[in-house]
């Protein structure tokens, strides 16, 4: 089995690849099952199932991520969260379309609210990269703002609220907007004077490094407002090359930077792997946040692992690692005004 090594691996029209932006990289992105399988020399069987489960759901992969699988291996860690497949037709007593009650805690336009002290904005549906295990693959994103303008009564109901102290950017993924708008967000965020915090979860640091830019972080750590970044890989192979310097890039602007990770069956369900997903991050200075119980979303049921599991691999991770590596196990109960630690019966 080979890595693919670079980005001329995967282009074929030997464009030169500098000066690039982030949105070149975007723009490059791979969206038809047939063009991922041939650049991994896999076999042609794999295509229909592909393109059957991404009628319900669309392939996207950036070439940054695709360039750390294993050509040849339909197996790879990688390849399996990204790659459609027939068993995400089938339907699984007990997962939903709306696994963590989102709809339920939306208060306004682009506003969900389910814990005390924070409140989240959907601020747009689009992301880098689609994961097959998404809780918010089905999530009704034609109903939220579009433009500025719109987010008015999500800033009303903020503002009259003196108990949220930190503003969760959400989606979709935050950092798929422009730093102009994003800007623009930011500075209205920090107009409300009770809100202290500002925290953005986003997959892009991992799937698409290039988004980690001078004027990014410039913008992020200009703000008065505190800034924490919530990444999220799954498997070490992802922290290597410009996603292990992207993160770097993160926690030397001074921005604390955590990790949370979806346990995952065939992926990350044994201790070596998340073991050394754990020394990855520590040592590009990112702190193991949370380890997730699969949200039961409509299509991702065969990424469950039980729980018994799950607890198995915390206490074998608290035998090999400082405290401060082993990640919390926890689960998201649509409802519950916290995230549920996982515990062994």
Known sequence: MT???SFDDLLSNNRPL???TWHDSLAESIRDPEILLAKLGLPPEYLPPARAAAQLFTLRVPLSFVARMQV???NDPLLRQVLPIQHELAAKEGFTTD???DCSSRRAPGLLHKYHGRALLIV???CA?????CFRRHYPYESEPRRLDDWKPAWDLLQADQSIHEVLLSGGDPLMLTDGRLKALIERLAEIPHVKRLRIHSRLPIVLPDRITAPLLELLTATRLTPIMVVHANHPQEIVNDCDEALRKLVRAGITTLNQTVLLRGINDCVETLENLSERLIDTGVIPYYLHQLDRVDGAAHFEVNTAKGCELIKQLQKRL???AVPRYVQEIAGAAHKIGVEAD
């Open 3 to 5: 890595v693919l090594s």
């Open 18 to 20: 500098s000066p690039r």
């Open 72 to 74: 040849g291996d339909p």
């Open 99 to 101: 696994a963590v009650g």
């Open 124 to 126: 747009t549906g689009s």
């Open 129 to 133: 990269v689609h994961c097959r295990y």
């Open 322 to 324: 400082p405290g401060y």
